[in-house]
């Protein structure tokens, strides 16, 4: 089976940097993605690695370790929009099975 | 810009009716998706449905789940027997191609489902 494990919450201030870990266990893993979920909305698409190594796209960036299976996204100059639900995400089993993890719940604050 | 549209937004049946939620892929996906939330929770993966078969499903996916694309855009997912506990937010998504550098799923708005 997959299992994915992510803090539950996380608060910061505008202007800070927080970083979001994600550990995950699964076969036949092809890669992690993030997604970011506003209260009441569709979750959308941050980022994906498919290789080790550091995805940069604006304030945001994600980092995966295959040999740890381990990852994190970054949120750098973090503004109140970005109050929301992130999840990791891990494609596996045969391509067919995207799995979220619980998500982590990130408050900004003034 | 191309996007999952579902439908309806918000649905509300009675338990032991049959619900039918709808969800129209992008176009040129390959790859579909539903996907379940309960309010606060985790997205749960139920099914997922590749070259007109289901290529993997979950311990929730039961016999009174069944998904169809009966006419190559639409692709539905049918409750038989709603219970209580069915009451969640249903999602839709595609993915045009996995692996590679890059895998991005759409998600549909959503179909909010209410049993009573």
């Known amino acids: 089976g997959q299992s994915l494990e992510q803090p539950s919450e996380v608060t910061a201030v505008e202007g800070a940097i927080v970083q979001i870990n994600c550990t995950y266990q699964?076969?036949?893993?092809?890669?992690l993605s993030w997604y970011q979920q506003h209260d009441g909305g569709a979750p959308t698409f941050l980022s994906y690695n498919a290789l080790d190594g550091l995805e940069e796209t604006g304030r945001f960036s994600s980092f995966l370790s295959r040999s740890d299976s381990y990852g994190y996204l970054l949120l750098q100059e973090l503004q109140m929009k970005d109050s929301a639900s992130y999840f990791c995400a891990v494609l596996a089993g045969g391509y067919n099975k995207l799995i979220f993890g619980a998500g982590t719940r990130l408050a900004v604050h003034p | 810009e191309p996007e999952v549209t579902q439908t309806p937004s918000h649905q509300v049946t009675q338990m032991g009716q049959e619900v039918i939620l709808r969800c129209v892929p992008i176009s040129n996906h390959l790859y579909f998706y539903w996907y379940r939330q309960i309010l606060g929770q985790k997205v749960e993966f139920l099914v997922s449905?590749?070259?007109?078969?289901?290529?993997?499903k979950s311990e929730i996916f039961d016999d009174q789940f069944s998904v169809e694309r009966p006419d190559g855009s639409n692709f539905t997912l049918k409750i038989r027997s709603t219970k209580l506990e069915d009451s969640a937010m249903y999602f839709c998504a595609s993915i045009s191609q996995v692996g590679g550098a890059h895998t991005e799923a759409f998600f549909g708005q959503g179909t909010r489902l209410t049993v009573v």
């Open positions: 699964t076969s036949g893993f092809y890669g």
């Open positions: 449905f590749y070259n007109n078969e289901i290529s993997e």
